[in-house]
């Protein structure tokens, strides 16, 4: 059965991901307490009756029965227990607060270096990136006004190679505000820009941060067309708002760029077109759509004809009254906040809250994220007139990307999701040791930074506790990364083994970071704690140590099952 199927390999990931994180961890433990002459009598992977294993030496090594973690057993770590002969003076709690918070210290240490070898190993090896070149260019953006155009390839960044589209975005983020020098190739020569990314502040349940943006978008975007109004040379001719031009004058048209350009160079004269119209085809439970062929003769332009209403840039395929239709709605629910407005399926948002829309995720997306519930004015072009709207988004339950529950403002309309033509180059990108090794360090010192600051937030309350993810959801995780590929797998167990080396440096008794503790006390001191106060400590670490994954699961448990 396929609910049997993916349990499996749900349970597989899982248990994978623990076992090479626990091992690691716990290896690192055993490390050091070896090389400090301790006497280690298990190391065990997992909790619980041992299923396999063997002895070496004084230590047996074992995988156990519950894949939730793992323990190093060391000689003479319990309150009063003493080791006796030749092994006298071995015991964990005998050792000096040095080595004790060394060999403490060492599991975390283990997971943040298995990060880092990761960080390295997916940057050295082969992985997939997009051509870094340009789809198209945002209007009003940093970009544009430096001169960059569609089809640019991007060579180099202040003189760093770019590698992929992906590369150059991480390029850009870092330098918000500092000019820099693109090379460009274009029409096979090479090309100088001087340019300034804007800065843009991109929030996330942690923090806020500041990214350089100069507005490039990696893919083109497909054919589909908008009509600026009823009287123009497109209109009288047939065309439709959301048809996909095809053809023009016999030549194929790949996307909206290069049907512009088009538009652009046969300015004021008579077109042929060929356009694939969509038309809706009943389904059960929802629409589909088919798409008929039409081939279209559209009149030159009249001289002189004053451009429709709306439109922000009336330059190249304005005199033929076609537009993309990037901000126009195709998708509308009929009982959506959009509809409730007033607002109609073919209507192209001229400006929302006050400001132009030119590029639906940046101006749209943003203004209705930051309006929330409340009242919202937009204006739209419809029939070639400008409509006034005042929208009040709906709010839907729903999960955050930290796991909480929040309210989303919904508006129920979006232009087509399938707008980007598609025609993206993969290229195969590696970097050069040295700068993998350099970016797996900074890319987990940047991590474990990110999880830190969370980890207080929620101390705090500045982050919902719900927050906290337990087995369950590291179980989701690792599945849908396994079903990604290795690397996206990889890239999880970095991610969990940093958590993981956090989550033990917190001073609660019963995890490393009390050991840690402990030993910085005693070195104070300069005398150990007493007997009593260890085992008090231990079992209220236990206490909470179990409350803590109790709650994790409850967290899981409403994330997976209670919506």
């Given at each position: 059965?396929?609910?049997?199927?993916?349990?499996?390999l749900?349970?597989?990931?899982?248990?994978?991901?623990?076992?090479?994180?626990?091992?690691?961890?716990?290896?690192?433990?055993?490390?050091?307490?070896?090389?400090?002459?301790?006497?280690?009598?298990?190391?065990?992977?997992?909790?619980?009756?041992?299923?396999?294993?063997?002895?070496?030496?004084?230590?047996?090594?074992?995988?156990?029965?519950?894949?939730?973690?793992?323990?190093?057993?060391?000689?003479?770590?319990?309150?009063?227990?003493?080791?006796?002969?030749?092994?006298?003076?071995?015991?964990?709690?005998?050792?000096?607060?040095?080595?004790?918070?060394?060999?403490?210290?060492?599991?975390?240490?283990?997971n943040?270096?298995?990060?880092?070898?990761?960080?390295?190993?997916?940057?050295?090896?082969?992985?997939?990136?997009?051509?870094?070149?340009?789809?198209?260019?945002?209007?009003?953006?940093?970009?544009?006004?430096?001169?960059?155009?569609?089809?640019?390839?991007i060579?180099?960044?202040?003189?760093?190679?770019?590698?992929?589209?992906?590369?150059?975005?991480?390029?850009?983020?870092?330098?918000p505000?500092?000019?820099?020098e693109?090379?460009?190739?274009?029409?096979?020569?090479?090309?100088?820009?001087?340019?300034?990314?804007?800065?843009?502040?991109?929030?996330?349940?942690?923090?806020?941060?500041?990214?350089g943006?100069?507005?490039?978008?990696?893919?083109?975007?497909?054919?589909?067309v908008?009509?600026?109004?009823?009287?123009?040379?497109a209109?009288?001719?047939?065309?439709?708002?959301?048809?996909?031009?095809?053809?023009?004058?016999?030549?194929?048209?790949?996307?909206?760029?290069?049907?512009?350009s088009?538009?652009?160079?046969?300015?004021?004269?008579?077109?042929?077109?060929e356009?694939?119209?969509?038309?809706?085809?009943?389904?059960?439970?929802?629409?589909?759509?088919?798409?008929?062929?039409?081939?279209?003769?559209v009149?030159?332009?009249?001289?002189?004809?004053?451009?429709?209403?709306?439109?922000?840039?009336?330059?190249?395929?304005?005199?033929?009254?076609?537009?993309?239709s990037?901000?126009t709605?195709?998708?509308?629910?009929?009982?959506?906040?959009?509809?409730?407005?007033?607002?109609?399926?073919?209507?192209?948002?001229?400006?929302?809250?006050?400001?132009?829309?030119?590029?639906?995720?940046?101006?749209?997306?943003?203004?209705?994220?930051?309006?929330?519930?409340?009242?919202?004015?937009?204006?739209?072009?419809?029939?070639?007139?400008?409509?006034?709207?005042?929208?009040?988004?709906?709010?839907?339950?729903?999960?955050?990307?930290?796991?909480?529950?929040?309210?989303?403002?919904?508006?129920?309309?979006?232009?087509?999701?399938?707008?980007?033509?598609?025609?993206?180059?993969?290229?195969?990108?590696?970097?050069?040791?040295?700068?993998?090794?350099?970016?797996?360090?900074?890319?987990?010192?940047?991590?474990?930074?990110?999880?830190?600051?969370?980890?207080?937030?929620?101390?705090?309350?500045?982050?919902?506790?719900?927050?906290?993810?337990?087995?369950?959801?590291?179980?989701?995780?690792?599945?849908?990364?396994?079903?990604?590929?290795?690397?996206?797998?990889?890239?999880?167990?970095?991610?969990?083994?940093?958590?993981?080396?956090?989550?033990?440096?917190?001073?609660i008794?019963?995890?490393?970071?009390?050991?840690?503790?402990?030993?910085?006390i005693?070195?104070?001191?300069?005398?150990?704690?007493?007997?009593?106060?260890?085992?008090?400590?231990?079992?209220?670490?236990?206490?909470?140590?179990?409350?803590?994954m109790?709650?994790?699961?409850?967290?899981?448990?409403?994330?997976?099952?209670?919506?």
């Amino acid at each position: 059965m396929p609910w049997v199927q993916s349990a499996v390999l749900t349970l597989l990931a899982f248990a994978t991901l623990i076992s090479i994180l626990v091992f690691v961890h716990e290896m690192g433990h055993l490390l050091v307490g070896k090389i400090f002459n301790v006497k280690v009598l298990r190391f065990s992977i997992g909790f619980g009756p041992k299923l396999f294993g063997f002895t070496k030496g004084e230590t047996e090594y074992r995988v156990s029965a519950l894949p939730l973690g793992g323990y190093v057993k060391f000689g003479g770590d319990v309150p009063g227990e003493e080791l006796e002969g030749a092994d006298k003076g071995r015991g964990y709690l005998e050792q000096p607060p040095f080595r004790k918070a060394c060999i403490a210290f060492a599991g975390p240490a283990a997971n943040f270096l298995l990060a880092i070898c990761v960080g390295i190993g997916l940057n050295a090896v082969p992985h997939k990136d997009w051509a870094p070149v340009v789809g198209f260019v945002i209007p009003s953006s940093p970009a544009e006004a430096a001169g960059v155009r569609h089809g640019d390839r991007i060579i180099s960044m202040d003189g760093e190679p770019v590698r992929g589209f992906n590369h150059f975005r991480e390029l850009v983020s870092a330098r918000p505000g500092r000019a820099v020098e693109l090379t460009v190739q274009r029409a096979g020569r090479e090309e100088k820009l001087r340019i300034t990314p804007e800065s843009r502040e991109e929030a996330n349940p942690i923090q806020t941060v500041k990214q350089g943006r100069i507005g490039i978008v990696q893919s083109p975007r497909k054919a589909e067309v908008t009509l600026l109004g009823p009287d123009t040379p497109a209109a009288r001719a047939g065309v439709q708002t959301f048809d996909v031009v095809t053809r023009l004058d016999g030549q194929s048209i790949q996307s909206w760029e290069q049907l512009e350009s088009m538009l652009r160079a046969r300015a004021g004269k008579p077109l042929s077109l060929e356009v694939l119209r969509k038309r809706e085809v009943a389904a059960p439970g929802g629409t589909l759509w088919a798409q008929d062929p039409l081939k279209l003769q559209v009149p030159a332009p009249q001289a002189g004809a004053a451009p429709a209403q709306g439109v922000v840039n009336p330059d190249g395929a304005t005199p033929y009254g076609l537009e993309s239709s990037g901000l126009t709605i195709f998708a509308l629910k009929s009982d959506s906040a959009a509809a409730e407005a007033g607002l109609l399926r073919g209507d192209r948002v001229v400006s929302i809250a006050g400001k132009p829309a030119l590029f639906w995720p940046d101006d749209v997306e943003n203004a209705l994220r930051a309006a929330g519930g409340k009242p919202l004015a937009m204006t739209v072009r419809r029939d070639g007139k400008l409509v006034e709207a005042t929208v009040r988004q709906h709010l839907r339950a729903d999960h955050d990307e930290a796991g909480v529950r929040v309210q989303v403002p919904e508006l129920g309309a979006a232009p087509d999701q399938l707008l980007e033509a598609g025609h993206d180059e993969p290229v195969s990108v590696r970097f050069p040791f040295p700068e993998a090794v350099q970016r797996g360090v900074v890319g987990t010192w940047e991590a474990t930074r990110g999880m830190a600051v969370g980890l207080a937030k929620i101390v705090t309350g500045d982050i919902s506790s719900e927050a906290i993810g337990g087995p369950l959801m590291i179980a989701d995780v690792s599945r849908k990364a396994l079903d990604d590929g290795p690397l996206a797998f990889f890239s999880v167990m970095s991610l969990i083994s940093i958590s993981l080396g956090l989550m033990n440096l917190i001073p609660i008794p019963v995890l490393d970071g009390f050991h840690i503790l402990s030993a910085a006390i005693e070195g104070i001191r300069r005398r150990p704690l007493s007997l009593r106060f260890r085992e008090v400590a231990n079992m209220v670490g236990v206490a909470l140590v179990l409350s803590l994954m109790l709650f994790a699961l409850k967290n899981d448990v409403m994330r997976k099952f209670m919506h």
